[in-house]
C-alpha cells in the first residue's frame, strides 16, 4: 500500500479494480476542511483518463507493473508481432490495445511491452522517435516569415503540424506524448 501523499508522474496504483497510472497530481489544503490530492489517472486497460480525488493520506494499492524490452516485428491484419530481444520469444498484441502507439511505431522498432501479473497491458514508446516526411507541401521561399505550419504525413500514416521548410524526406523527431513535431533529426 502507498499513501496518496507519496504520488509521483509515472507511478502505478491499483484502484477501483483497475491498474492506473498517474499522470498529474496536485496537493491542495484549502484553508478549511481537511487537505486532499487531485489527480489526473490513465488506465493502463483500456487507456481511458480519469480525475480522480482523494483524502489526504489515504491508501492505495501499488501496482507492481513488468516492463520487458522488445522489438516490433511486423503487423498481420489486425495483430502486432514483437520479438524479446534476449529470449526470441514472440507475442501478439491486437491492434486496439496499442491503437495510438501505432501511430509512432515503425518495424524494427525498440519498445518496452508493458505487463502485469502476467496480461500485457500495452508498450510503453520512447519519449521522442524519430520518423520519415512522406508527403507535405513544398515550402515556398519567404514563407517562414510568417511563423505558420503545415501538415505531413509521416511514414507511419501519422499526420503532424510542421513549420513550412520541411521537405519530403526529412526525418523529424517527434514527441510520443503529445504527437507534435519536436526538430529535425
Excluded: C
Aim: hydrophobic letters at 35%.
Amino acid at each position: 500500500m502507498i499513501s496518496v501523499n507519496d504520488f509521483k508522474t509515472g507511478l502505478t496504483i491499483e484502484v477501483d479494480n483497475g491498474i492506473w497510472q498517474v499522470l498529474e497530481f496536485q496537493h491542495v489544503k484549502p484553508g478549511k476542511g481537511a487537505a486532499f490530492v487531485r489527480s489526473k489517472l490513465r488506465n493502463l486497460r483500456n487507456g481511458n483518463i480519469q480525475e480522480k480525488t482523494f483524502r489526504g493520506g489515504e491508501k492505495v494499492g501499488k501496482a507492481h507493473i513488468e516492463n520487458k524490452k522488445m522489438q516490433y516485428l511486423y503487423a498481420s491484419g489486425d495483430a502486432h508481432a514483437f520479438m524479446d530481444t534476449n529470449t526470441y520469444e514472440q507475442i501478439e498484441l491486437q491492434t486496439s490495445q496499442i491503437e495510438e502507439q501505432l501511430k509512432f511505431m515503425k518495424e524494427n522498432m525498440e519498445v518496452h511491452v508493458i505487463s502485469y501479473e502476467g496480461e500485457v497491458l500495452g508498450v510503453d514508446l520512447p519519449n521522442n522517435v524519430e520518423l520519415e516526411v512522406i508527403e507535405t507541401e513544398p515550402g515556398i521561399k519567404g514563407d517562414t516569415a510568417s511563423g505558420g505550419s503545415k501538415p505531413a504525413k509521416l511514414e507511419t500514416g501519422h499526420s503532424v503540424q510542421v513549420p513550412f521548410f520541411i521537405n519530403q524526406g526529412d526525418v523529424l523527431v517527434i514527441n510520443t506524448s503529445d504527437g507534435k513535431y519536436v526538430s529535425r533529426a
